[in-house]
């Protein structure tokens, strides 16, 4: 079960051959926090919906699988997870502003439920909000609502933010367009860290979008990582977001932390 969640979340967008990756610059002069927050949420995300298809390797410390991935998204509304095997839905998941729903067929389970068992997987606290950027390759906080200090570090602006004492995190931007290159949430009291890493873009007409990304995340002993390679990707099509439990299906429930 945690398996598919975490595909449900982590998997990503679009398509694109290797020269259509959209060209990136590297860090040299001293900006300011803020200069670079505006300049990352300077670039457009013009879109009603948004179509992708994806394939993605997982891996945790059991076991490795190769899937295929349907994901429709209606603009801070919701979204809907396909995943499949050799063609065959194995799960799906309904993603909302207030829950969370997914079910998988290995087992025949179900989950309806809020973000709090997510959070807990992903090693960070999630709303959909988060979740939708992680899709669309932005930061996954709201950098307006933060405080941070300013490096360059392997030709990237590194924003760092001032630690609570539990949660430090951290962005790291190319030059050019202000994309989110990586970033990492490390939650030092509860030993978690999650980190995911976009290696190129590309520009649509509506917006830039990751070809691509990779995440890493850990639990103490505990480590998934999830390589994604984006296949297909359309904007402002007429979408449906069909998601029904099938007969006979247990609800399952999570114990929170």
């Given amino acids: 079960m945690k398996k598919y969640c975490a595909l449900f ?31 990352h ?23 490795s699988q190769n899937v295929q991935a349907e994901i429709r998204i209606k603009k801070d509304e919701k979204i809907l997870v396909s995943i499949r095997i050799l063609g065959i839905t194995m799960a799906k998941a309904l993603i909302t502003p207030t829950s969370v729903q997914y079910y998988e067929k290995i087992g025949n389970k179900y989950f309806e439920g809020d973000y709090v068992a997510l959070s807990q ?11 939708q950027n992680m899709f669309i390759g932005k930061a996954i906080d709201d950098l307006h609502k933060g405080n941070y200090a300013v490096s360059i570090m392997e030709k990237l602006y590194k924003l760092q933010s001032n630690p609570d004492g539990n949660t430090d995190k951290t962005f790291f931007f190319e030059s050019s367009n202000f994309l989110v290159k990586k ?22 007409n509506e917006m830039i979008l990751p070809l691509s990304l990779a995440i890493d995340a850990r639990q103490k002993e505990s480590k998934t990582t999830i390589d994604i390679e984006y296949k297909n990707v359309s904007f402002n099509e007429e979408l449906t ?17």
């Fill in 9 to 39: 979340i982590l998997i990503l967008v679009t398509s694109c051959k290797p020269k259509a990756f959209l060209a990136e610059g590297t860090a040299s002069k001293t900006l300011s926090a803020d200069k670079i927050i505006s300049n």
């Fill in 41 to 63: 949420y300077s670039n457009k995300t013009d879109f009603s919906t948004l179509s992708i298809k994806a394939s993605a390797k997982y891996q945790d410390d059991k076991q």
């Fill in 121 to 131: 997987w992903l090693g960070t606290d999630l709303d959909f909000q988060k979740v």
């Fill in 183 to 204: 970033q990492e949430i490390n939650q030092v009291n509860l030993d978690r860290t999650l980190q995911v890493v976009y290696p190129d873009y590309k520009k649509y």
């Fill in 241 to 257: 977001f069909p998601y029904s439990v099938p007969e006979g299906y247990e609800r399952i429930f999570i114990d929170k932390i």
